[in-house]
């Protein structure tokens, strides 16, 4: 199956429908939103369920809400998995814009406190295990070649250095 035709039976299907009633919001939204996501409102909620097949996608739709979700409260229903960017960015909006949370596990849904601003931080330090400096060193180091890693340095001396070779820089990439 390809991604639009999972998303459309997460969407269309019913489990969306499914996990937006058990926070007791059903009524599909009227409104005109990203595909990628199913969209439900009542008069005081505005209610967005992503499904897992967003992958890291799932973090557009705290944006999507806050754009259409009006004067109402936004809820966002995330996959449990998918839901670390969300968590780590929502705590350090104002308060009357941080959304309600759910995680879901594609059946049955559980509310999520946001973490503090200071939780975030040390989530964030701990998934990155170090300084800055210690994490652009790591990125920096081609660690996968092991003792030929230094071959790495000779290798760009000598592209750099002939005529025959055109730079393409692209982003992440540098050949």
């Not at 973090?59 to 780590?88: M, N």
């Not at 290798?155 to 070779?165: G, I």
Request: neutral net charge.
């Amino acid at each position: 199956m390809t991604v639009q035709q999972d998303r459309e039976l997460f969407n269309l299907g019913g489990p969306a429908k499914r996990l937006a009633s058990q926070v007791g919001v059903t009524e599909p939204w009227s409104g005109n939103g990203s595909d990628r996501f199913a969209y439900f409102a009542d008069e005081r909620r505005f209610v967005i369920v992503a499904g897992p097949q967003e992958g890291s996608y799932v973090d557009l739709a705290f944006a999507h809400g806050l754009e259409h979700r009006g004067s109402r409260r936004l809820v966002l229903i995330l996959p449990k998995d998918h839901a670390f960017a969300t968590l780590q960015r929502a705590p350090w909006f104002k308060a009357e814009a941080r959304p309600e949370m759910y995680l879901h596990d594609g059946v049955t849904t559980h509310g999520c406190d946001l973490p503090t601003q200071d939780e975030t931080v040390k989530r964030l330090d701990a998934k990155h295990k170090g300084s800055p400096e210690a994490e652009l060193r790591k990125a920096a180091t081609p660690a996968h070649l092991g003792a030929r890693s230094d071959a790495v340095y000779d290798l760009v001396e000598w592209a750099t250095k002939k005529p025959l070779l055109d730079a393409s820089h692209r982003r992440g990439e540098r050949s």
